[in-house]
């Protein structure tokens, strides 16, 4: 069965300060991969999605970027956090369809 | 903007009772949609999901009732159990393998 992780659990950094986020799903091959950012309350963003290794689409400009160094890996990174960046960052996956399924997030607080 | 949208931000319901929570959607040639459930800090859980062809699907003690006359989705929640209490949102299908949030419903169980 597929899983996906996502890691750290919860964040706290300063501002300016630069951000990793880890994704990576097991159990299957050549999915496409989502980055979601959630602010409290409300619903979900969609920031950039993945359908191969090095094949990244950005849905909004932001400070954030994404990579994609292997097939079943995906990176959220910023070189200078701000306050705005703070939320519930979410991973998901999916082949060849819609239907997508979500980590566990990544609680990010920017101080 | 935001193509879908629910009806109601909360609904309270008494352990037991049956659940409906509402969604309108704006493109009228959306194929698919899903219904998540997302507990507090987790990551949305798929539910149950529909195609335009269809009218109505049911899952263990969940029914998703599609209007495509006036654009309506709707989850019902047979025997609403304390577990039930989560946001729910509806998504609907944009293309290319990406899905559009609402802002999610807050379902509350009264014991």
């Known amino acids: 069965s597929q899983t996906i992780h996502q890691w750290p659990a919860t964040l706290v950094q300063p501002v300016g300060s630069p951000l990793s986020l880890e994704c990576t799903v097991e159990?299957?091959?050549?999915?496409?991969l989502y980055w979601y950012r959630q602010a409290a309350g409300r619903g979900l963003q969609l920031l950039f999605y993945?359908?191969?290794?090095?094949?990244i689409s950005s849905e909004v400009p932001q400070n954030l970027s994404a990579s994609r160094p292997q097939d079943r890996q995906f990176i959220l990174s910023s070189k200078k956090l701000l306050l705005s960046d703070s939320g519930f960052y979410l991973c998901?996956?999916?082949?060849?369809?819609?239907?997508?399924?979500f980590g566990p997030g990544t609680r990010l607080t920017v101080t | 903007g935001e193509s879908v949208g629910l009806h109601l931000p909360t609904l309270s319901v008494q352990e037991g009772d049956n659940s409906i929570i509402n969604c309108a959607y704006s493109?009228?040639?959306?194929?698919?949609f899903i219904w998540y459930k997302q507990e507090s800090g987790k990551g949305p859980q798929f539910i149950i999901d529909?195609?335009?062809?269809?009218d109505k699907r049911q899952g263990q003690r969940v029914t998703v009732l599609l209007n495509k006359t006036v654009k309506h989705l709707s989850l019902q929640i047979a025997a609403t159990q304390p577990g039930d209490s989560a946001v729910y949102f509806c998504?609907?299908?944009?293309?290319?393998?990406?899905?559009?949030f609402g802002a999610g419903t807050t379902v509350t169980v009264r014991a």
């Open positions: 993945s359908v191969g290794i090095g094949q």
């Open positions: 998901a996956w999916s082949v060849q369809t819609a239907e997508q399924y």
């Open positions: 493109n009228s040639a959306s194929d698919y």
């Open positions: 529909i195609r335009s062809n269809m």
């Open positions: 159990g299957t091959s050549n999915p496409n």
């Open positions: 998504a609907e299908n944009r293309g290319d393998y990406k899905l559009s």
